[in-house]
């Protein structure tokens, strides 16, 4: 126990730094990101069935992206909606809102291309309604988890147009994570009602660990350099996730978004 609260701790903290401004006048440059599509989902949670539910639902995300001269910076904030079945017609709402960081590292190596290793902060919270329940309909989870990132860089030239060919990989190996209890809609350290909020999220809290848990993504994205500077692209996301609990929760994705990418300095 104490060293699940040290461990704990330590994930809270980083937090905390990976959150303080990156800023610096060093000279950067700075993008802004608008994406929306439709992703085909899959879910599966046991407490309200052990089948699969499918279906389409939209997401779309707000980035913000600083590129400095060793060190690039990406912040995704993402938001999906949408309605799944399962294979008899029952339906379950899907929500989920996300934030997603991704660092690369590229000194002595061209910032614009090539390979670039980094890191990755997932902090993802999904929220599901069975709309054939009275009760017991509502469950959620959230995971906040730091894992290794990688990413490709290809720019080509095709018919005197500037094209750029972009991939993302990341996995997340250590963080901790928040589930509702086997039954009810809220995580077991809610159950006790004599407890402040802060008592009652660390009780809830437990670690998230790499092949006991999971979340991994791959991105793939075409981008169209507009006279503007600015840029027009297409994105494909696939992403699995599952976490380990009273009852485990799996998903995965194939996510088909249309991107702008804003100069704005």
């Known amino acids: 126990m104490i060293r699940k609260k040290t461990i704990l701790f330590s994930i809270f903290i980083l937090e905390f730094l990976v959150a303080l401004p990156i800023f610096s006048p060093a000279q950067s440059e700075g993008q802004l990101i608008l994406q929306t599509g439709l992703q085909s989902t899959f879910n599966r949670d046991p407490a309200f069935s052990p089948l699969i539910y499918s279906g389409e639902r939209s997401l779309s995300t707000i980035a913000f992206q600083l590129n400095k001269t060793n060190r690039s910076d990406v912040f995704y904030f993402n938001f999906g909606y949408g309605t799944t079945f399962n294979k008899f017609g029952a339906s379950m709402d ?25 890191w990755s902060n ?28 990688l990413r490709f860089l290809l720019p080509f030239q095709w018919k005197n147009q500037q094209f750029k060919w972009r991939n993302n990989a990341f996995i997340q190996g250590v963080g901790f994570k928040i589930q509702s209890d086997f039954i009810g809609a809220e995580p077991r350290g809610f159950t006790q009602k004599d407890r402040n909020m802060v008592a009652s999220l660390w009780s809830s809290a ?13 991105w793939s994205s075409i981008y169209w350099q507009l006279p503007s500077d ?16 009273w009852q485990p929760v799996s998903r995965a994705g194939s996510t088909y978004l249309l991107v702008l990418n804003v100069n704005l300095w």
């Open 94 to 118: 899907n929500l989920s809102a996300g934030l997603l960081t991704m660092t690369y590292y590229h000194k002595n190596k061209m910032a614009g291309r090539g390979l670039h290793w980094g």
């Open 122 to 149: 997932q902090n993802e919270f999904h929220y599901r309604n069975h709309n054939g329940f009275s009760n017991y309909s509502l469950r959620s989870d959230y995971f906040t988890a730091f894992g290794p990132s």
């Open 206 to 218: 437990d670690l998230f660990l790499l092949g006991k848990d999971w979340s991994m993504g791959y």
């Open 230 to 245: 600015n840029s027009l692209g297409f994105q494909y996301r696939f992403h699995y996730a599952r976490l380990d609990g």
